[in-house]
């Protein structure tokens, strides 16, 4: 049975997080992945 995956970026501020993010998301899109499945969140701009 698959399970589901869940992948965490972590880093220094300012590093290329959301550029790598973007771009394996891309890759992802390329290769059949529907972009419902992939969801991006900016812990810098929540509001609370």
Do not use: W
């Not at 972009?35 to 701009?45: D, Q």
Request: charged share 30%; hydrophobic share 40%.
């Amino acid at each position: 049975m698959d399970k589901p995956v869940i992948k965490v970026i972590t880093g220094m501020r300012r590093s290329g997080k959301s550029m790598v993010l973007k771009l394996i998301s891309k890759e992802l899109e390329e290769n059949g992945i529907n972009k419902k499945n992939t969801i991006f969140i900016n812990f810098e701009s929540l509001i609370i």
